[in-house]
């Protein structure tokens, strides 16, 4: 997930979109998001989006000029044409599974696993 901290302050908005966007609670919509995953047992990764919007998902070339429009993400490089929001939320979810791949797991604290000298008859 993409980390939202400071967003209102990064964000630049035309003067009737304030109001709205200033309304809404991003620590509560986190903070759901985080219930919701807790429940299903899922865990909730916080990535730096920083270049998300520029990078492509297909191939990995990053430059601003991939960004056409709001809207529009098309690549310098390989040529892909791609909602720009989604392009950026598989580059989100993409840093997300390297984090993930790169926490260890306690073989002790993982369900049902003991170690053999640690059983008893």
């Known amino acids: 997930m993409e980390d939202l901290t400071n967003i209102r302050e990064t964000t630049n908005l035309r003067?009737?979109?304030?109001g709205v966007f200033h309304n809404w609670s991003f620590y509560q919509l986190r903070k759901f998001i985080e219930y919701k995953a807790?429940?299903?047992?899922?865990p909730v990764l916080f990535v730096n989006p920083k270049n998300t919007s520029k990078t492509c998902s297909h191939c990995g070339y990053l430059a601003p000029?991939?960004?056409k429009s709001q809207t529009l993400f098309?690549?310098?490089a390989c040529g892909i044409?791609?909602?720009?929001d989604f392009n950026a939320s598989?580059?989100?979810r993409q840093l997300g599974i390297s984090l993930l791949s790169?926490?260890?797991v306690n073989q002790r604290n993982v369900g049902g696993y003991r170690p053999a000298d640690k059983l008893t008859a």
């Open 15 to 18: 003067r009737e979109q304030r």
């Open 38 to 42: 807790q429940a299903k047992g899922t």
């Open 65 to 67: 000029g991939n960004r």
């Open 74 to 76: 098309t690549c310098q």
């Open 81 to 84: 044409s791609l909602n720009a």
């Open 90 to 92: 598989q580059n989100i």
């Open 102 to 104: 790169s926490l260890s």
